[in-house]
């Protein structure tokens, strides 16, 4: 089964094309971050432009780029959910005509979920149930993974996503957007221990909170200009790196599962992936993340998620709609 995968729910209009659910024949993905980040953040108009320019050509390079021709395609699997509206309408719209156009199934795709999917990508041998925390810049979820598309929910951020506190911090630190992996490089050449920033005690919940830190932070900036800047990113990354590890790893238990995966963008820090991997191996679980380019947003992702969806026999018409929120399992 050859999928075309196609995604535009926030800043990137990207375009995979997959066969049978693990072999990767092109994932273009066309960034549109120079342009925000004038703004610091995702201008969502703007946003829905570009994506209106960049679809028709990323989908017939995609197809390109795998060998075939639109002919060729099995079905079609396009995020509808969550995201901006305005950019969402452009990947369902296009998806629609192929769908139309070539007569061939379309099926709507969670981003969310999606993120996990990137790991059944890159590994055929996942046995549910698993554990699943989606961390992005509007996310923070973690999830009971019982079987494909079926999500408990176990935790999520009562306030900012951690990919936003990134974001927000380095902004204050003069950084540009996107400010995570601005600030994992960064950290490289930190002290970790330098400063001691909060972590927030939710008890024994498994939720997360990030806004007392980034208040934190901020304060700390206004006060310490002379702190040296690697080390204010490494202590910062530390505390959310230690808030996201010990929570999943406190859920993995009290979940009693084996596997955990980890997804979204934020997934791509070095120094949160190899926290995991210890983690993982002092606890007995197997902790997986995908390589760092089918973290942030893809294609790939939404056409992996959109195979299982169909091989499952889930499947959507041309009435498909948009949504601006969803949670996982939805
Ligand atoms: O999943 P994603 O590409 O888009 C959303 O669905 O939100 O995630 C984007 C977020 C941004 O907040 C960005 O700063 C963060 O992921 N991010 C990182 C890294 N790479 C991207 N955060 C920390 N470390 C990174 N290396
Ligand atoms: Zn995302």
Known sequence: MIVLGIETTCDETSAAVLRDGTELLSNLISSQVELHRQWGGVAPEVAAR??????NPIL????????LTFNDLDAVA???RPGLVGAL???????????MVYGLPLVGVNHLEAHLYANFLEHTDLEFPMLGLVVSGGHSNLALMTGHGEFQPVGHTVDDAPGEA???VARAMGLPYPGGPVIDKLATEGDPTAYPFPRADLGETFNFSFSGL?????????????????????????AIVDALVNTTVRAARATGVETVLVAGGVAANRRLKARFAEAGERNGLRI???KPILCTDNAAMIATAGHYALREGRGDGLGLETFATAPLGS
């Open 50 to 55: 570009h994506h209106v320019e960049a679809i």
């Open 60 to 67: 017939r390079q995609a197809v390109d780029e795998a060998g």
């Open 78 to 80: 396009v995020a509808n």
């Open 89 to 99: 309408l452009v990947g369902v719209s296009a998806a629609k005509a192929l769908a």
């Open 166 to 168: 990134f974001d927000k």
């Open 214 to 238: 980034k208040t934190a932070l901020l304060r700390f900036l206004s006060e310490n200009k002379d702190a040296r800047v690697e080390d204010i990113a490494a202590s910062f990354q530390e």
């Open 288 to 290: 997986l993340s995908p």
